[in-house]
């Protein structure tokens, strides 16, 4: 069975440019996450999905990020304009239901210059 | 708020022998889940280990075992006999419940985890 992808695996942007992070969640699972790890500090959560409606967004930074689940399978997460502060790893997890075990991707390192 | 906190940046082990990664964590719940996850170098993050906090047995899975001290709130994965691929960021997680209905992971900041030949 394949586990959470997410695509690139790296992303190097210029300040103010826009970018945007896949996510590949296990199949049949509804629940899916974002998380993201700035430079040194703890993985943080920023919001969960249950099928393509949002459950919680509480953890998202600013109105400069944009996540989306069009048809409950893949997820994006968008960030326009990018600023030097959102450089670090950002982690796509699912899980079949919200209170089973999340599976966490390999992260997408984005860089912002 | 809860908080987790892995107080190690780094650990280095000899292969064949025995570490231990410690995580403390803060909360007023009496009900929780406890995870340890393992990074290798640009690979998926593996659950190694999980913990019922209303269970009083420490959960094992094969080499890896957890010593779990709810009083004093602590939390430490015990790795035996070591091995090359044991090599790793390790993450200590919390699981939290939101108003939302949302189970929300809250992660201490990781413990690089280094084995020699």
């Known amino acids: 069975e394949a586990g959470v992808t997410q695509f690139p695996s790296h992303s190097v942007i210029e300040k103010g440019q826009t970018v945007t992070l896949r996510c590949d969640p296990i199949?049949?699972?509804?629940?899916l996450y974002w998380y993201r790890r700035v430079m040194g500090k703890e993985i943080k959560f920023l919001l969960h999905?249950?099928?393509?409606?949002?459950?919680?967004e509480s953890g998202m930074p600013n109105n400069r990020f944009l996540a989306e689940r069009t048809g409950g399978t893949y997820s994006t997460l968008k960030v326009q304009p990018a600023e030097l502060e959102d450089s670090g790893v950002y982690f796509c997890?699912?899980?079949?239901?919200?209170?089973?075990?999340?599976?966490f991707g390999p992260g997408t390192r984005l860089t912002v210059l | 708020a809860q908080t987790v906190t892995q107080s190690q940046p780094e650990m280095s082990v000899q292969e064949a022998e025995t570490v231990t990664l410690s995580c403390t964590y803060d909360?007023?719940?009496?009900?929780?889940?406890l995870f340890w996850y393992k990074q290798p170098p640009s690979r998926q993050m593996i659950l190694v280990i999980r913990?019922?906090?209303?269970?009083?047995q420490n959960a094992t899975e094969n080499r890896f075992s957890v010593n779990f001290q709810k009083a004093a709130k602590s939390f430490s994965l015990k790795i035996s006999d070591s091995q090359l691929g044991d090599a790793a960021m390790y993450f200590c997680?919390?699981?939290?419940?939101?108003?939302?209905?949302?189970?929300?992971?809250?992660f201490g900041t990781g413990t690089r985890l280094k084995v020699l030949a």
């Open positions: 999905f249950v099928k393509e409606s949002k459950q919680d």
């Open positions: 199949s049949g699972h509804d629940n």
């Open positions: 913990q019922e906090a209303y269970k009083q």
């Open positions: 909360t007023s719940e009496s009900d929780y889940y």
């Open positions: 997890a699912s899980s079949q239901e919200a209170r089973t075990s999340q599976y």
């Open positions: 997680a919390y699981r939290t419940l939101l108003t939302s209905g949302t189970y929300k992971y809250i």
